[in-house]
């Protein structure tokens, strides 16, 4: 069974502009989550979507955004990067019950 | 989401039990405790959860205390790729809720 699947691995990009992460989740898991880690902050949430709909959200600027496709897959986008934005991007998926995430191998983004 | 408490870091001899405590003194009834770990620049994995009887699967067991205040996660013979850092984390069980990280236990198996 593929587990989440995060894409790319490694970006670097330039302050100013924007980036798009892709998260496909597990077969069958309709929920999916994004986080940010960042060596200062740890691990904080960005936001949560399920059925397409986003249903919880972190404290983050506008910048930050992401919708979930029919198929669940979901993408985020950050937009004018800043380099507070380096951090590594982590995507989340559960069947939507009790259990617990399973998280994929994250994006490292560094914003130079 | 409730807080938890965790100590900053711990040590364990190879082949010991390691035993990782978390305090959670305000958990409500509803909500649930997960245990993750998160090896270097990999994503957090999980390992357990529970709400209120003790749970063991493959890798570990988790033991509530019965007032629900504090668990103790125990990794029955720690080898050196438990080296990691482990999250205690309670959340109400019904998806929709986001998982809040604290700072976790670095816990470090020696051999």
């Known amino acids: 069974k593929a587990g989440v699947t995060q894409t790319p691995r490694y970006l670097i990009k330039t302050r100013g502009q924007q980036v798009t992460l892709s998260c496909s989740p597990i077969s069958g898991h309709r929920s999916v989550s994004w986080y940010q880690q960042t060596p200062g902050q740890g691990l904080q949430f960005l936001f949560e979507y399920f059925s397409e709909t986003q249903r919880n959200k972190g404290n983050f600027p506008g910048r930050f955004s992401g919708r979930q496709f029919s198929n669940s897959r979901s993408e985020m986008n950050v937009s004018t990067l800043e380099l507070g934005d380096s951090a590594l991007y982590l995507c989340a998926s559960s069947p939507g019950q009790s259990y617990g995430y399973t998280f994929g191998s994250g994006t490292r983004l560094t914003v130079v | ?111």
């Open chain 2, 1 to 111: 989401d409730a807080k938890t408490t965790q100590p900053t870091s711990m040590d364990c001899a190879e082949g010991r039990a390691a035993n990782l405590p978390c305090n959670h003194s305000t958990i409500s009834g509803n909500e649930y405790v997960y245990w993750y770990r998160q090896i270097h620049s990999q994503g957090p994995q999980y390992i357990i959860h529970g709400l209120k009887n003790n749970e063991t699967n493959e890798m570990a067991s988790l033991i509530i205390t019965e007032d629900r205040k504090s668990s103790t996660l125990i990794l029955p013979h720690a080898t050196l790729r438990d080296t990691a850092v482990y999250y205690c984390i309670v959340r109400v069980g019904n998806y929709g809720q986001n998982f809040v990280f604290g700072p976790g236990t670095r816990l470090s198996v020696l051999p």
